[in-house]
């Protein structure tokens, strides 16, 4: 046990901190090279529990999925310039949340992806804000603990907007990737309903999917999401 219990910290310390898709979670495998801008269903939801999901949508280089209801436990905002940096100052806290460090004591199994929301600054040397969430499993979400500095965030229904990248996330990718999902999108149906669900909320907001093990250097899937309602 130790030894798992080693190998799902460096997991999730490489997706926190490296920062670095059809139908649901028991359909579809994934491909077996590297990704650009084509959507495969993320290999590491055939061994660890993922949100479950179905495609309503396959366009040039993104996907739109709805997701069904879940629970995740999250992070209060970090402010820093550094996606990688928060994702360090996060990681610590959820990981002990998983491993029994809550309210209850109560254990749970490492599941995919691990998430930080993004909400950009203004400028390049301004702080942005970072909210790290961990995916409760399935047989632990009617009796999720809370956790002091963690709150649980209740997901209903859902539609995201994907675009997947491979390798190791860093921070100089995400904005580029983001951007690019963006324009992919832009004068649809899509890139309305996003607009209109996020209010007219200037900042820019985006989500970074992370699936990998720091042991995996091919075939290594990462998602730029926007969420949205319908």
């Excluded at 990681?91 to 992806?113: C, R, V």
């Excluded at 890139?191 to 985006?206: F, L, P, Q, V």
Aim: hydrophobic share 40%.
């Amino acid at each position: 046990m130790a030894g798992f219990d080693l190998f799902k910290l460096s997991f999730l310390v490489s997706l926190l901190s490296q920062s670095q898709s059809h139908s649901n979670l028991n359909n579809n495998k994934g491909g077996d090279t590297d990704i650009t801008v084509g959507i495969v269903f993320p290999p590491t939801c055939n061994r660890i529990e993922c949100p479950i999901y179905d495609v309503i949508h396959s366009g040039n280089g993104f996907e739109i999925r709805r997701y069904n209801s879940s629970m995740w436990v999250s992070t209060q905002p970090i402010h820093d310039i550094s996606l990688v940096d928060a994702g360090r100052t996060a990681f610590y806290k959820l990981y002990d949340y998983i491993q029994g460090k809550n309210d209850n004591h109560q254990k749970m199994e490492m599941t995919a992806p691990v998430i930080t929301e993004v909400k950009a600054s203004d400028g390049p040397f301004c702080d942005s804000s970072f909210i790290v969430s961990f995916f409760i499993p399935k047989e632990n979400q009617a009796t999720a603990p809370s956790a002091k500095g963690l709150h649980l965030q209740k997901w209903g229904p859902t539609y995201v907007a994907v675009r997947q990248f491979s390798g190791f996330v860093m921070d100089d990718d995400v904005g580029v990737e983001a951007a690019a999902l963006y324009a992919s999108i832009a004068g649809t149906v899509w890139s309305d309903a996003i607009e209109k669900s996020h209010g007219g909320d200037a900042s820019t907001k985006y989500i970074v999917a992370q699936y990998n093990s720091p042991f995996e250097f091919k075939n290594r899937v990462n998602e730029i999401w926007f969420t949205f309602y319908m």
